[in-house]
């Protein structure tokens, strides 16, 4: 639990750090380290209540140095903070999912490869969405935390999931981006 609560808040001093950086360096870290941490803490969660505990932690672990960030004056501070220095809870909420569905994944059959294939959808998506804008950092990001959340199942759970994946990747893509 300390280690969730520990890694968020370092991964988001180190990111409040890095939001004077280049673009193209905070766009691929910004939210991939995140969700890596928080698929990291779910998958090795010893049970179902453990891993909302450590989803939440690892969740809440950066909105700390953002609020440390806010209490500087404007300009003074070496963090940047946001437009209104708050982390969106819908953000908050999608981490503590992604440690859920990384608890998941530790079951077999097909409830261990959906529970794989809604973070590998969404990722897919991600990728395929920085391909169109030219963002390449964030491509990369994006594919290098897809072959972690495929590398969770093993055999042909893995290509079930990477399938469904892209099942879910193209419905949304046709569906709600358009042709």
Do not use: K, N
């Not at 300390?2 to 968020?8: A, H, K, Q």
Request: charged share 10%; with cysteine; net charge neutral.
């Amino acid at each position: 639990m300390m280690l969730s609560l520990v890694g968020g808040l370092l991964l988001g001093a180190f990111g409040e750090m890095l939001a004077h950086g280049p673009d193209p360096l905070v766009a691929a870290y910004d939210p991939y380290a995140y969700l890596a941490l928080a698929l990291a803490v779910g998958r090795t969660a010893a049970g179902f209540g453990w891993a909302v505990l450590a989803g939440v932690l690892a969740a809440l672990g950066p909105v700390v140095p953002i609020l440390a960030a806010a209490a500087f004056p404007s300009g003074y501070h070496p963090f940047h903070v946001g437009v209104d220095g708050a982390v969106p809870g819908v953000t908050l909420l999608a981490l503590a999912v992604c440690a859920l569905l990384a608890y998941g994944t530790r079951r077999d059959g097909p409830r261990g490869d959906l529970a794989a294939a809604l973070p590998a959808g969404v990722l897919m998506i991600e990728a395929v969405e920085a391909a169109q804008s030219g963002s390449w950092s964030v491509q990369i990001a994006a594919v290098l935390l897809l072959a972690a959340v495929l590398s969770l199942r093993r055999g042909a759970g893995a290509v079930r999931s990477a399938l469904a994946g892209a099942v879910l990747a193209t419905a949304h893509l046709f569906f709600v981006a358009g042709p």
